[in-house]
């Protein structure tokens, strides 16, 4: 292990945990160790600026008082307490499904679903840039997994025909891409399931609460979410708390509570969560102008990193990297922009491919122009000082 560590020191691929603390009132801004400093954080992914929303943390802290710590058993022992059904109730009528499941999380749900649903003689075709959780599940499954290049729809199509006897096939893709902040294709991938009998499952944790008339996601926005067989997303990003969702068809509800193992075989997650989750749904489809102003800060932000001469990925999602490629000059622009008052982790492989090191940067509806535009001048600083960009 010693050696495996330092020869992830020399490639300045190590990682190691640092203390980050929130700065009450504000939260944009955090506060790194223990100095006292005050960072504007652009590493996380409070979208909507919801994580210290005062209904949320009231209904947590009431639900707290009333009920308890932890919920005490697994679902399907006496863990189940009301809060679920009023939860999955609500989940149901705002994406317009037959039945919804809340997770622990995010990775729980895909990696729990995706071997729940599939096995030896199954498939799954994957993108290649989806979410660690997903191809974990995949793993654990035992299904073969059939990876395609990057929103190829050709390379996809070449690999459904190749596979089309298969008893089971599953397309999974993140919508919008963790990594990178672009859209997978969706209204083409709803086009290859019909085509190959195959069923779609679309992880939405990084639109879920973000497109949509009432942050639906995407699948709704683009008017495919019939064609979605497993529409999943997660309530720790736009939703400011914590856990994931599953809809679908009841049968699949019916179904994942007796095979997904995440759901079985482990402790309920505690009422205060539900109750602060429930509250953040409320606020989610309720308050539009959190979703306008995210959009504005977006616009305002990917418009001025282009026109200092930065690479960034198209997309109009608030997750926007800049591309630097090695991992040692990527450390040095995070560090020059801590220095600057600027959280912005760098992001380096295996998260991402090898040679793409970058810096992703994140927004929030709860960030003001006044912050943004500092941003901007202080990484066009750090940019030309190490030569990522030219005058
Ligand atoms: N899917 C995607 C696309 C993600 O980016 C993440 C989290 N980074 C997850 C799933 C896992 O969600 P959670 O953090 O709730 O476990």
Not at 79 to 95: D, K, P, T, V
Not at 246 to 262: H, I, Q
Not at 264 to 282: D, E
Request: hydrophobic residues 45%; contains cysteine; glycine residues 8%.
């Amino acid at each position: 292990m010693e050696r495996e560590l330092a020869s992830l020191e020399e490639a300045s691929l190590r990682r190691s945990l640092r203390t980050n603390s929130a700065v009450p009132g504000s939260p944009g801004r955090m506060v790194r160790g223990t100095g006292p400093n005050n960072l504007l954080n652009l590493s996380a992914n409070d979208y909507l600026g919801l994580s210290q929303h005062p209904a949320i943390v009231e209904a947590m802290r009431d639900t707290l008082l009333k009920e308890g710590a932890g919920a005490g058993a697994s679902r399907l022992v006496t863990g189940n307490r009301m809060a679920y059904s009023f939860l999955e109730e609500a989940i149901a009528e705002w994406q317009s499904c037959e039945a919804a499941l809340v997770f622990a999380n995010g990775y729980m749900a895909n990696a729990g679903v995706i071997r729940a649903v599939v096995g030896r003689d199954d498939v799954v075709f994957s993108d290649q840039l989806n979410h660690a959780s997903i191809v974990d599940g995949i793993l654990m499954s035992r299904a073969e997994l059939a990876r395609y290049r990057h929103n190829d729809m050709e390379h996809l199509g070449a690999l459904l025909h190749k596979h089309r006897d298969k008893r089971r096939k599953l397309i999974v893709t993140d919508a919008v891409f963790s990594m990178d902040g672009d859209q997978a294709r969706l209204r083409e991938l709803a086009l290859l399931k019909r085509e190959y009998g195959a069923m779609l499952m679309v992880d939405e944790a990084h639109s879920g609460g973000i497109y949509g008339g009432r942050g639906e996601g995407l699948c709704h926005l683009l008017g495919i979410k019939d064609e979605v067989d497993i529409h999943m997303g997660t309530f720790s990003k736009a939703f400011g708390v914590y856990g994931a969702y599953v809809c679908g068809s009841r049968t699949l509800a019916d179904f994942l509570v007796n095979k997904a193992r995440p759901l079985i075989y482990s402790t309920a997650m505690p009422p205060a969560l539900l109750a602060g989750i429930a509250q953040a749904l409320v606020l989610v489809q309720q308050e539009h102008w959190r979703r306008d102003r995210l959009e504005s800060a977006v616009r305002f932000f990917r418009d001025s990193l282009l026109s200092l001469g930065f690479q960034i990925p198209a997309g109009d999602s608030p997750i926007v990297p800049i591309t630097i490629g090695d991992n040692e000059t990527a450390l040095r622009f995070s560090a020059a922009l801590e220095e600057k008052g600027i959280a912005a982790v760098a992001i380096r492989p295996p998260t991402v491919p090898a040679g793409t090191a970058r810096i992703r940067f994140s927004l929030s509806a709860i960030h003001t122009d006044e912050e943004l535009r500092d941003a901007i001048a202080c990484i066009r600083e750090a940019g030309l000082q190490l030569g990522v960009i030219r005058r």
